[in-house]
């Protein structure tokens, strides 16, 4: 079966790097679907949750990711994002910490540009919390 290359940049490292099958990504207007030889072309990632079958494989394996952009050039894809975690990477209290400071922080007075900063804090929280549940890379 086809595959392409893909490559997953968080802020701090090359997350994963490998050949690929089908790629799901978050995007702000709902979930894409990437398969081998799709058009070149760049989309925005929303907070949520990646699904990635890779190469040989035909379990999915989930990821949660920040916001950031998916770049398609000649059947390979880049995802910059500024956090992306594996289920084994997720400290899960911390996430619920995350969770109830945002939640606090929303029942507070706070300027538009702050209300948008706690939204995806409690975003990535909630993706962290159910990505968190699914089955371990291990790789
Ligand atoms: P918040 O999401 O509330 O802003 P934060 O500033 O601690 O919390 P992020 O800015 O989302 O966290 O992420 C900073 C770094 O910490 C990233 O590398 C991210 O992957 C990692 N990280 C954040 N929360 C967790 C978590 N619950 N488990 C594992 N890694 C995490």
């Given amino acids: ?10 802020s701090d ?4 790097e490998g050949r690929c099958r089908k790629l799901i990504i978050p995007a702000p207007d709902g979930e894409k679907g990437i398969l081998p030889n ?3 072309m760049v989309i925005a990632i929303a907070v949520g949750t990646a699904k990635v079958q890779l190469a040989g494989e035909d379990e999915w ?19 910059l994002v500024d956090t992306a975690e594996r289920p084994e990477d997720i400290d899960v209290r911390r996430a619920q910490e995350q969770q109830e400071r945002a939640q606090e922080q929303m029942r507070q007075k706070q300027s538009i540009q702050e209300y948008y900063h706690t939204q ?8 962290r919390l159910r990505v968190a549940q699914d089955k371990k890379w291990n790789i």
Avoid: P
Avoid at 13 to 16: A, C, E, G, H
Avoid at 120 to 125: K, M, N, V
């Fill in 13 to 16: 490292k090359v997350f994963y």
């Fill in 38 to 40: 799709h058009e070149n």
């Fill in 120 to 127: 995806a804090s409690l975003a990535r929280a909630m993706t």
């Fill in 1 to 10: 079966m086809d595959t392409f290359g893909l490559k997953i940049i968080a």
């Fill in 61 to 79: 394996r989930d990821l949660a990711v920040g916001t950031g952009f998916a770049e398609i050039v000649n059947n390979r894809v880049t995802l």
